[in-house]
């Protein structure tokens, strides 16, 4: 059985602060409340099941991030209510050489790029978060790795964007939009994979590996919970892979 992904983690300098923004901007609810993590979900049973995890770090932000959040609109005053609300919770408009284009990019209180999209039909059914779009030079030979990783099928495929979206058909989609000058390594946004309990771990990242995945070590040890892997997608991407325990019971 694939290794599910549990959630998209950010590295916060003040992970409360910029997690209060996101849950406050998509409706979302805080799930999970420790020093070391913070969680916001969808209060909808019927949602998502993706969370959004902040966790504090003390590695700068440098550059534009490679994955960011689309969030989804209603109507063009939706986009522009939209808009005024995140300017009034702490965001600010960026410009990262978008030109004019229909939808609006910010940056949250710690320098994150989003976009707030216009009214798309292909969106109308996502909830807020429209879509998790990780910037690759090569879209659908990541989006097939993740593919593996996630258990998500590919919906469309093309040679400038390629999309997953969860079995269920709830929730955002999985976007790999081909970016020329698209990096890799660290960057703040990453999107962190869990096994299932009765799974064995070891297999899982074998797995990954067979799949283009590399180790690149461990992370700090939390009390209570196994290490978190720190692996590397075939562009060299960081992601972790998290033990069973801590992402299934968010004790």
Same mark, same amino acid.
Request: aromatic share 8%; proline share 8%; glycine share 8%.
């Given at each position: 059985?694939?290794?599910?992904?549990?959630?998209?983690?950010?590295?916060?300098?003040?992970?409360?602060?910029?997690?209060?923004?996101?849950?406050?901007?998509?409706?979302?609810?805080?799930?999970?409340? @420790?020093?070391?993590?913070?969680?916001?979900?969808?209060?909808?049973?019927?949602?998502?099941?993706?969370?959004?995890?902040?966790?504090?770090?003390?590695?700068?932000?440098?550059?534009?991030?490679?994955?960011?959040?689309?969030?989804? $609109?209603?109507?063009?005053?939706?986009?522009? $209510?939209?808009?005024?609300?995140?300017?009034?919770?702490?965001?600010?408009?960026?410009?990262?050489?978008?030109?004019?284009?229909?939808?609006?990019?910010?940056?949250?209180?710690?320098?994150?790029?989003?976009?707030?999209?216009?009214?798309?039909?292909?969106?109308?059914?996502?909830?807020?978060?429209?879509?998790?779009?990780?910037?690759?030079?090569?879209?659908? @030979?990541?989006?097939?790795?993740?593919?593996?990783?996630?258990?998500?099928?590919?919906?469309?495929?093309?040679?400038?964007?390629?999309?997953?979206?969860?079995?269920?058909?709830?929730?955002?989609?999985?976007?790999?939009?081909?970016?020329?000058?698209?990096?890799?390594?660290?960057?703040?946004?990453?999107?962190?994979?869990?096994?299932?309990?009765?799974?064995?771990?070891?297999?899982?990242?074998?797995?990954?590996?067979?799949?283009?995945?590399?180790?690149?070590?461990?992370?700090?040890?939390?009390?209570?919970?196994?290490?978190?892997?720190?692996?590397?997608?075939?562009?060299?991407?960081?992601?972790?892979?998290?033990?069973?325990?801590?992402?299934?019971?968010?004790?």
């Amino acid at each position: 059985m694939p290794t599910r992904l549990a959630c998209i983690a950010f590295d916060a300098d003040r992970p409360r602060l910029v997690a209060d923004f996101w849950a406050e901007l998509l409706g979302w609810t805080v799930t999970l409340d @420790r020093p070391d993590e913070v969680d916001i979900a969808a209060p909808d049973a019927d949602g998502p099941e993706l969370a959004l995890a902040f966790l504090p770090t003390v590695r700068a932000k440098t550059g534009k991030n490679r994955l960011h959040l689309d969030l989804a $609109t209603r109507s063009l005053d939706h986009q522009h $209510t939209q808009v005024d609300r995140a300017l009034a919770l702490g965001a600010r408009r960026v410009d990262i050489g978008q030109g004019a284009v229909p939808w609006t990019v910010l940056a949250d209180p710690e320098g994150n790029e989003f976009c707030v999209l216009e009214p798309r039909e292909e969106y109308v059914d996502t909830g807020a978060l429209a879509a998790i779009v990780v910037d690759t030079r090569d879209p659908t @030979r990541l989006a097939e790795f993740w593919s593996v990783a996630t258990g998500w099928p590919l919906a469309y495929r093309g040679t400038r964007l390629t999309g997953l979206r969860a079995p269920t058909g709830l929730g955002s989609w999985l976007e790999f939009v081909h970016t020329p000058e698209a990096g890799s390594g660290y960057t703040r946004l990453h999107l962190d994979l869990a096994a299932f309990p009765t799974d064995d771990r070891a297999a899982e990242v074998a797995r990954l590996h067979t799949a283009g995945a590399t180790t690149i070590g461990k992370d700090t040890p939390t009390p209570g919970y196994d290490t978190d892997l720190i692996l590397a997608d075939p562009e060299d991407n960081e992601f972790r892979l998290r033990p069973p325990a801590r992402f299934w019971t968010n004790a």
